[in-house]
């Protein structure tokens, strides 16, 4: 495959990856995901029509941002802000 069309390269996955980080920011920040919930890539991908891709990136973006806990093997939970860091 010519490295212009390599799936994680397109603009397109570009801007659906960052329209997936926002959809589930907005999420998470709503509750709608509830601290120690577990972020399932698959069912994630389903939900919001996308494929896992874009959700994988998302995942690690929202992880850097301190939203998300990742643990080796297991995957991405919804971290538990304490009362303290969210008024801050």
Do not use: F, K
Not at 62 to 67: M, P
């Amino acid at each position: 495959m010519p490295d212009d069309l390599a799936p994680a390269r397109r603009p397109e996955d570009a801007t659906r990856s960052l329209s997936v980080t926002a959809r589930l920011r907005d999420g998470i920040l709503a509750g709608d995901h509830a601290p120690g919930e577990h972020m399932h890539e698959v069912r994630l991908a389903e939900r919001l029509g996308v494929s896992r891709t874009p959700v994988r990136a998302a995942l690690q973006a929202l992880a850097a941002e301190g939203l998300l806990d990742y643990t080796p093997n297991r995957g991405y939970v919804v971290r538990a802000v304490p009362l303290s860091e969210a008024l801050d």
